[in-house]
């Protein structure tokens, strides 16, 4: 079994030769795709587009948000292909991880002249008893 710093070292690996293949410009999309195809060939568990319902109240809040990948059932990536990260997207991904009860998440900008700048490592700071 893996630990989620071992999983992020793979997941980077991936990342570095996807962006070396496809370089800057192109669609979240693509580059997700390409992700989840060098992961799998890592014999990694990799699962997209993950709806995440969340209970309110009463309510079951029915496909609050989707996680990008999730890789071995411990790491999120979320992609972006945009000029900059701004600070809602970190926001966004500490959310997912607080809301999923992960420890890991990688935000990840395909947008950028240097991948190796645009990978940015969260921790999960909060403990959360309940796992949706």
Known sequence: MM???EISYKIRGAIFKVYNKLGP???ESVYESALYYELTKLDLKVERQIS???PYDELILDVAFKI???VEDKVIIEL???EDLAPIH???IATYLRLTNKKIG???NFNTLNILDDIKRIAN????ETQF
Request: charged share 25%; aromatic share 12%; glycine share 4%.
């Open 3 to 5: 630990t989620e710093n």
């Open 25 to 27: 410009g192109l669609f």
């Open 68 to 70: 990008d990948l999730l």
């Open 125 to 128: 700071k909060y403990k959360n």
């Open 52 to 54: 995440i319902t969340i």
């Open 80 to 82: 972006k292909s945009v």
């Open 106 to 108: 990688l935000l990840v």
């Open 90 to 92: 970190y926001k966004q």
